[in-house]
Structure formats: C-alpha cells, structure tokens
C-alpha cells in the first residue's frame, strides 16, 4: 500500500487515474463554527495563506473542519488565495525566461495541486505505482522547468557565471530529478519493446533482425532527464539504458535528410529523445573520464555540477543584444567519441548502418552496447568569432538547412579555430588546418530552441558538420550537444556524439 492524498484532502491507500490529475486538497462538508470564520475576509485570508504557504495539505485539512471554510478555499470565483500560496511557494510565471511573449493567468489552485501530488508521489510512492501517473508527472516537472526565470547575461568576466539568484522552482525541481522515484521511472519505464509480429524461422534462432526493438515512451521525461548530469551504475538496468542510449546516438538509421542529420524532427522542432542519448552519453563519458584521473577535463565539472542551474539560460525577456543574442563569442570546450571501427566486427557494423542486411545472413550476434564503452575524442577548444561586416573569407559552402527555423531572433554566422585543449600549438582563426563556420539560430519550437551548425575543415576542405540543441537555451552553462557526421554525407560515413560548453 502506498500513502496518497484522497478528494477530501485525507490519507488514502488508492488512487485511480482518473482522478489522479487535480485531486488533493479538495473539501469534506464538516459543519462546525469557528471565531475565526467572523473574522474579515482579509484576516481569513492571510492566516489560510500563510498556513497553505507552508504546507499546502494543512488547507485540505481546514476545509474539512466546516463548509463555510470550505466555500472560501474551494468556491471563491476570486483566486487570489490559490494565487499567493502558489507566489509563496514557486516562481512568479511572469519572470519565467522560456517563453517570448506574455501568458495568461495559470489555473493557480491546479497548479499547486498538481505540483503538490507530484512532489508527494516521487518521494513517498512505490515505484510501480507511479507508472500510470508518468504523463502528468512528466508535465509537471517540465512546467516548473520552464517556469525558472532568466539569468543574466554576464557583464565583466571577473562574476561568476554561475552565481544566480536562487530559485524555489529550480531547488524543487534539482530534488525531484534526483529522487528514487523518478530515477526508476527513467530507467525503468522511459521505453516500452515491441516484440516482432513474424516468428523466426527455425534455421534462424540468432536472427537480430527478429529482437524485441525499444522506443521511448514520454518525450517530455526524456529532456527532464538531461537537465541533470546522469548517473549511471553497474547495475543491470542502468547497463541496459546506456547501452540503448548508445544505440540511439550511434545508430545511422536515426540521421537523414529529413532531419538535417541531427537531433530534430520534420518539422524543425528539437527530437529530446535524441537530445537525451547524447548527453547521457557525453556526459558519462565525461565522468569515467574524470575517474580516470584525466585532469584536463575538470573543466567539464562545472557544467555538470549545481544541479539544474547549468541549464538556466536568458530567455527572451531581454533581447538588447541582437548582434550576439547566442553568446557566441569567445573560448568554448568540448569533446566527441566514436565507435573504435578496430573493435568492431563487420557483424557490428551492418547492425549499426545497415539493418537491412541482417536479413541475408543467419545466426548474427548484435552489437553489445551495454558493456562496450565507446572511445572520446581529446578535449577540444573553439576560439569563435561573428562574421562582422568586413568579414570576406574565402569562398565555401554556405551552410544552410531545409529544416523551418524561428525568426525571432535572426541567424549568427561565426568562424574561428578548433584546437586540442592540452597543445600548445595554436592556429589562426583563418588557417584551413582547423577551421570552423557555423550559424546559431532558433527552432521551430514553441517556444524556440537553440540550434548550432559547425562544419570543421582541414586541409581546405569540410571534414565534419555538428547539428547540435543547446539545453537551456541561449546563454545556457550546460552547453550544447549533438551530432557529428561527414560534412559531404558520403555513404557508410559514420557519425557520433558531441558536447561543447562555455567554461
């Protein structure tokens, strides 16, 4: 049995679906007088609010004690006492940094009824209990996410970039994301398999084509996921989500023309599922990195520290700075991996690139990602630029996509050096050994996200192009991720994940 809040504001063993979604804190009709009910509407209204600020069920519990109390917690058409409790507990909505233009009015009383029963369900619920709530927790997770308000664009390079106003919304959802309850349900219930319709012949018994195949179930609980560093055990589960992970990021089959060959859907909006593989994967590549001993990637604690604060960017409130909106400028770092092909069995390969031709063969072992551990690049260094009027490289490619975009904020077209972290050598911004051109420009999301497009070149001509999401958004500490294929995207080229972020 699980302890959970029942439509009249007690404990109660059950709780349906149905009901599930703005249940707690809801009336029972106890008549009783009180002195307190004489008092001006105003009296009552700050004694309910400062007991609801503390401890929102306490108001469940006063309007069980008599119906008039109740009329004015539940059928008051005025919402100011639902209202102040929620400013109380959470972030004004109207500072929130997401969203490019003015919302109105939330259902203040759902609000914090949702966010209350969530809170609860992660912390005290059994976990097999919480799958059939994972839509409404997902929602409202990422409604407090979205709800943080902006940071600061830094204005000296002596402040600490990480040093922000404290945020209820970003201290309540850092929590969350850690608690037991929503890592099982991330790692245990973010996918669903699908079992093939054909049965396997009987001289194919091994055939990998016929293997149960995984899609996520909740995009939303994805991108929650990624706004914390992962933390991935030796557990069998945890091995098996990494792994699919892995699979998600390295498999060709997820990149093609229709979405620019990166982390994006169709129609130009961020794929989060994707967005998620590869931070996970990065970034845990990063921390067995740091395990190691590799002291040139501490630079890479930062990022991943502070809970979600990382992925607190400036949002659109302020907009002043329309030449470098994106923060482009400067020294960013960052990293890649691969697919060691000397490791791989040419079994390995066609599982990962070509599908297809599983068919034709018999009795083929897949790829195990779950314990094979992919190589990472050096750490790398950008040195980017914007490409000022007066700005006259030689002629190239010009990078553009077929993707629909936002344009609420026009592109930013950059150049500048790509150079190992660790060297001592460093090249010019112009030199065709290491250099790089991009544009940075917003999704088609609602609201917009923000896209990076890098083509590295050596030796004059374009090697590599990055499509990659910058979680947080414009000005975010986490940085963005994403992918890296060949820029000519000739057939059989491989492709991998990459990270950059603005130390």
């Known amino acids: 049995m699980t302890e959970k809040m029942s439509e009249d504001g007690s404990l109660s063993s059950s709780l349906s679906q149905s009901s599930a979604d703005s249940i707690i804190l809801s009336p029972m009709s106890i008549e009783s007088e009180s002195r307190l009910l004489k008092s001006p509407s105003e009296i009552l209204h700050r004694v309910l609010c400062t007991s609801g600020a503390d401890d929102p069920f306490a108001i469940a519990q006063a309007a069980k004690t008599c119906s008039q109390l109740r009329s004015f917690i539940y059928d008051n058409p005025d919402s100011a006492l639902w209202r102040d409790i929620y400013l109380q507990r959470y972030d004004d909505p109207k500072r929130a940094g997401a969203f490019c233009s003015p919302r109105p009015p939330p259902n203040w009383r759902k609000q914090v009824q949702d966010r209350e029963l969530v809170s609860r369900m992660l912390r005290t619920w059994d976990k097999d209990d919480l799958v059939s709530h994972l839509d409404l927790i997902a929602s409202t997770l990422l409604d407090l996410y979205l709800d943080l308000p902006a940071t600061t664009a830094p204005s000296s390079s002596d402040e600490d970039p990480l040093e922000t106003d404290e945020s209820p919304n970003g201290i309540l959802l850092s929590s969350l994301l850690q608690s037991e309850g929503f890592r099982d349900l991330y790692f245990e219930h973010s996918t669903t398999e699908t079992k093939p319709l054909l049965r396997p012949l009987r001289a194919q018994p091994g055939n990998p084509n016929r293997q149960v ?35 998600m990021v390295y498999g060709a089959s997820n990149y093609s023309v229709e ?17 998620d593989a590869v931070g996970s994967v990065m970034m845990g590549n990063a921390k067995d990195v740091l395990f190691m001993g590799e002291d040139t990637w501490r630079q890479a604690l930062p990022p991943m520290s502070y809970g979600i604060e990382p992925t607190r960017g400036w949002g659109f409130n302020d907009l002043s700075n329309v030449e470098d909106w994106a923060g482009v400028e400067g020294v ?38 779950t314990r094979y551990h992919e190589a990472v690049g050096d750490l790398m260094r950008l040195e980017l630029v914007i490409d000022r009027e007066g700005y006259k490289p030689e002629p190239m490619p010009r990078i553009e996509t077929n993707l629909p975009t936002s344009s609420l904020l026009p592109p930013i077209y950059f150049h500048g050096s790509s150079v190992q972290q660790s060297s001592a050598i460093t090249f010019a911004s112009n030199s065709s050994a290491s250099f790089v051109r991009g544009v940075v420009q917003l999704t088609a999301d609602d609201p917009p996200q923000v896209r990076w497009t890098l083509v590295i070149r050596y030796g004059g001509e374009d090697r590599w192009r990055l499509e990659c999401v910058q979680v947080g958004g414009r000005g975010s500490k986490r940085g963005f991720f994403g992918i890296w294929t060949d820029a000519l995207k000739e057939e059989h080229s491989p492709n991998g994940p990459v990270w950059y972020w603005k130390p």
Not at 236 to 245: A, I, N
Not at 347 to 359: A, K, R
């Open 332 to 369: 960013w770092c960052g990293s890649y991996a691969f697919l060691d092909l000397a490791d791989l069995s040419y079994t390995d390969w066609i599982t990962l690139n070509e599908p297809g031709l599983i068919q034709l063969r018999r009795s083929l072992n897949t790829l195990d990602l």
């Open 259 to 275: 979405n620019d060959w990166g982390p994006f859907n169709p129609d130009g909006t961020v794929d989060w599922t994707l967005v």
């Open 213 to 247: 195949q995984r899609r996520a179930v909740n995009a939303d609980l994805m991108r929650l996921h990624v706004l914390l560093s992962p933390d991935f055990s030796d557990e069998e589960v945890h091995r098996q989500q990494r792994g699919w992970l892995r699979e």
